[in-house]
Structure formats: structure tokens, C-alpha cells
């Protein structure tokens, strides 16, 4: 099929593919996320990215406990449960009561576009008591993706070490460019961040002895 300046559709058995001129992405509903990220024939993505919420643990931690009350949160960081059957997903204007997997796809041609696709995971966290997190990506023609992942959070549940989404690359990235607050933003060092546009060379981490 040649792109054209809409998205190109592919409804697979299991999968959404999208497409457009030097871009290509794959959405698992069974992996629940993004599986393969491909510009201008490179594979940018090893895995599938997901929640994480467990970071390296400082002296400060250590000596206050908090690795311990907060224990529950690592396993959490190692196994995702992905709720499939609460996948959503919007093309243009038209919202998919349920996800249009086999035979249900036998409807579509190759020659399907789109303006803007936006789907969403949602995945339960093995906690106790257990809270959700959703984690949305609206694609546009243009090939530009938007996350937005949003924590629901727990009153009963431990002080939560990090949140975000984790990325792993098949190959180790020389620098990266993001929109967000300069500098350190701990809570006790945000007064002091600007907000802007920054690039950082090589991937910077403090040498600490532990």
C-alpha cells in the first residue's frame, strides 16, 4: 500500500499495527503495550514497555526502613499483569466496544487509515490491596506518539518508590532529548527547576559507592 498523509490501519489477529511514511508500530493486546517501534527500518524496542515503580535503593532509604515497608513494591516492578479485557481503543472518531480480534477482523481490508488511533492498557498492580495504572497512546499521521500514564493510587498501600515507564532498547542510547523541569526534581530541589526543553549527552549517573 503506499502511505499516504493518514495512518495506515492493519487490524491483526491479536495485534494493531500502524503505519505511515518511515514509521511502522505493533500493538500486543496479549503483551499489553507497544512491541515494536520501528523508524526508518530500525527496531527501537526490546521489550514491551510497562509500569515500573521500584528504583535503587540509597543509604537514606536503608537507614529509615523504607526498602523494607515498601518491599511489595519490587515484585510489583517484575511482574505486570495486563487486564486484556479492559483494552480500549478509539480510531478517528470510532470507539471499539471490544477489541476487533479474530474472526472479527476478517471485516477489514489492507487499505484501512486513520487520522488519529488511541488505545489504552490498563494494568492491575500484585499488591495488597491491589490499584490499577493506565497507560494510553494516541498516534497521530504524522507518526508522533503521546503517552500518558496515569497511577490510581492506594490510601492502604506503601509509599510508592517511583513511578513511570520502562524502556528497553536493544542497543544502548547515546543522549536523549525531553520537555519537563531542568536539574534534580526531589521534592526538596523543585523550587529551583525551570521548566523547558533539554538534551542530555550519554546516559549520566552519579557515581555513587553503592
Not at 502511505?3 to 491483526?12: D, P, R, S
Request: net charge negative; glycine share 10%.
Amino acid at each position: 500500500m503506499a502511505y499516504t498523509n493518514k495512518l495506515h490501519v492493519i487490524y491483526g489477529d491479536g495485534t494493531l499495527g500502524l503505519g505511515g511514511d518511515g514509521f511502522h508500530y505493533i500493538f500486543s493486546y496479549e503483551k499489553g503495550g507497544l512491541e515494536s517501534l520501528k523508524l526508518n527500518g530500525k527496531e527501537w524496542l526490546y521489550r514491551v514497555p510497562t509500569p515500573t515503580f521500584w528504583r535503587a535503593t540509597t543509604d537514606n532509604d536503608r537507614g529509615s526502613g523504607f526498602n523494607i515497608k515498601s518491599a511489595q513494591w519490587l515484585a510489583v516492578d517484575t511482574f505486570t499483569k495486563c487486564l486484556s479485557d479492559q483494552t480500549d481503543l478509539t480510531v478517528d472518531d470510532h470507539h471499539f466496544e471490544k477489541l476487533p480480534i479474530a474472526p472479527e477482523t476478517n471485516q477489514f481490508s489492507n487499505h484501512e487509515t486513520a487520522d488519529k488511533v488511541k488505545i489504552t492498557f490498563t494494568y492491575e498492580t500484585l499488591t495488597i490491596p491491589a490499584t490499577k495504572v493506565t497507560v494510553t497512546y494516541t498516534v497521530t499521521s504524522d507518526g508522533q506518539i503521546k503517552i500518558k500514564a496515569h497511577y490510581f493510587g492506594h490510601q492502604d498501600l506503601p509509599s510508592l518508590p517511583v513511578f513511570g515507564l520502562r524502556f528497553i532498547m536493544p542497543t544502548t542510547a547515546t543522549g536523549f532529548d525531553y520537555e519537563g523541569l531542568s536539574g534534580e526534581t526531589y521534592p526538596d530541589r523543585m523550587a529551583g527547576a525551570e521548566h523547558g526543553k533539554y538534551h542530555v549527552n550519554g546516559l549520566p549517573v552519579t557515581k555513587y559507592l553503592v
